[in-house]
């Protein structure tokens, strides 16, 4: 669209009234998304969203869902860098053509803000939720499409090779998008079978086997690295720990954008109209051609010890152990109770039945219920239940033991922690977790 339709358009609509949903979605398009839907801020099923959008752009009306698609074949190519070079050219563009669309909608005295599609983030806020829009959540809304197995967002025609971005606007439309009804994951699982970490399952991601891995050059895993350096007593014990190509690989990721290490998942997915016809085709070249050479394909693989990412990284003769450790040390007792919920390894909890009652005092008073029961791990508000053990402990002496700066026995001694029941509940929960 030219500046002069632009201000025709302005000076037709006015921008107090509702803006017109089909202008806005032409001004998108012809700006280069190959998308885009509207979601209203006040919409129940983003309301936990809306405190974060709200701080992102106290004036949030509307969120402005985007896509963008990605060469497929890049994707897909066992040459890594040649994918991580399609991501991050794209996710470049996509930020480009919503700070078109932004600048654009100034001239028609809307105003707005984008965050970003992915990095940089808040890291202030590491390791909690360091960033402020959830684009899948807002591209779901939007109509866009739907998250498949793998938790990757799916537009029924383009498939999961699109990346997203939201534009947050101060001015409502006259027509709000609504999730798709029909899935486009069809559930083949060949997500499942090409996670070399077994991050991608049925009952929802793995949160750290997909960090660990696939994430080994950025935030935690960048944290290990760094702490390996210091740790080392002499060159010859660094490179004990550390091959030189993955020193390179680190120098890489530092220079040119973060290395992914893996993104099979996404890689291998058929669901699309433009896709789905050559895995219908031929289900067998299919898999030959897409999902064999990443399952094939020689390389390290970065596993937490005794996790269930362990147990499948093992089963497969071509991927070599790499033993990581994805750090994500908890500053406040709210940040532990959301993050036990993430780092909850089911084969490190199997076999695990025990219900904790925890009574923080001090900085943070909360009172919370965590239960392992039949390899899940559930965290209620409240002290709900029979529980094996009870903990009541000042909140900041929790953290501090959590990060290794203070020992339990000086908590007790020191009755900055009481305990009612056998100890050995803690230490059954504790090597339930992951990290
Ligand atoms: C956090 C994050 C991750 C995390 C968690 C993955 C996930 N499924 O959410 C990790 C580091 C593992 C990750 C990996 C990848 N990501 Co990512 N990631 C994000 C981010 C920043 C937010 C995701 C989100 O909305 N979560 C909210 C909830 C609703 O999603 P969920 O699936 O239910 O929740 C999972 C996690 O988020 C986590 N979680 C939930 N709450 C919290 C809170 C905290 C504090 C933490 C740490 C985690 C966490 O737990 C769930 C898993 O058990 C977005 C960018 C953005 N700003 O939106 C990109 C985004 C989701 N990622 C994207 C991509 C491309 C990837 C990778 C393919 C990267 C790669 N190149 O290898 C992999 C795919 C892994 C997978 N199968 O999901 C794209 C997805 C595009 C699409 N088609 O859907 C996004 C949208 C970036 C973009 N702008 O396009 N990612
Ligand atoms: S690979 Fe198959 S199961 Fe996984 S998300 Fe895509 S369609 Fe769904």
Redesign the pocket.
């Known amino acids: 669209m030219n500046d002069e339709s632009v201000q025709e358009l302005a000076s037709k609509e006015g921008v107090d009234q509702p803006f017109s949903a089909e202008s806005l979605k032409k001004l998108c398009l012809e700006e280069g998304a190959d998308d885009v839907g509207f979601v209203n801020i006040d919409r129940e099923a983003i309301s936990f969203e809306r405190n974060d959008l709200l701080t992102a752009y106290p004036k949030t009306q509307t969120i402005i869902s985007i896509i963008k698609t990605m060469n497929r074949e890049n994707i897909q190519s066992p040459i890594r860098y040649v ?2 070079n399609e ?1 991050h050219h794209m ?1 470049h563009h ?1 930020e480009e053509i919503s700070r078109r669309i932004i600048l654009k909608l100034n001239q028609r005295g809307i105003r707005g803000v984008r ?4 990095f940089p ?1 808040d890291a202030d806020r590491w ?5 402020y ?5 807002m ?1 779901v809304q939007a109509g866009i ?1 739907l ?1 498949g197995i ?5 537009h029924p025609k383009f498939g ?1 090779f ?4 939201s534009i947050l606007i101060d001015t409502p439309v006259d027509r709000y998008d609504q999730p798709l009804q029909e899935n486009p994951c069809f559930e083949c699982r060949l ?1 499942i079978s090409a996670c070399p970490v077994g ?2 399952r049925e009952e ?4 750290t086997a ?2 660990t891995h ?2 080994r050059e ?1 935030m935690g895993g960048f944290q290990d690295w760094v702490e390996q350096v210091v740790s080392s007593k002499s060159v010859k014990s660094y490179r004990s720990k550390v091959h030189d190509r993955e020193t390179v690989s680190f120098w890489q990721s530092l220079s040119f954008g973060a290395n ?1 290490k ?2 099979y ?2 890689a291998v997915c058929p669901a699309g109209e433009d896709i789905i016809h050559h895995y219908h085709a031929d289900k067998k070249a299919y898999v030959q051609e897409i999902v064999k050479p990443l399952r094939e394909k020689e390389e390290p693989v970065y596993v937490n010890k005794g996790t269930r990412a362990e147990s499948i990284a093992k089963r497969n003769k071509y991927k070599e152990l790499r033993y990581a450790h994805f750090h ?1 040390r908890p500053r406040s007792v709210a940040q532990f109770l ?2 036990i919920k ?1 780092v909850f390894d089911p084969l490190k909890g199997k076999g695990v039945e025990v219900t904790i009652h925890f009574e923080f005092t001090g900085k943070e008073k909360v009172s919370a219920t965590v239960t392992i029961s039949k390899g899940r791990l559930e965290v209620h508000d409240g002290l709900i239940g029979k529980a094996n053990l009870r903990a009541k402990v000042d909140s900041e002496t929790w953290v501090a033991f959590l990060n290794g700066e203070r020992s339990l026995f000086r908590a007790i001694i020191t009755r900055k922690l009481r305990i009612k029941g056998n100890p050995i509940h803690l230490m059954r929960f504790q090597n339930s977790l992951a990290i």
């Open positions: 994918a991580n991501f996710s996509i965050t970003s599609m992915g983030m390791p909690g939720k360091i960033w829009v959830s684009h899948k959540v591209a499409g998250m793998h938790r990757n967002v799916i999961n699109i990346l997203l971005d997500c991050a991608v929802g991601l793995d949160f997909c960090a696939n994430y950025f992914y893996a993104a998942c996404m994500m959301m993050g993430l």
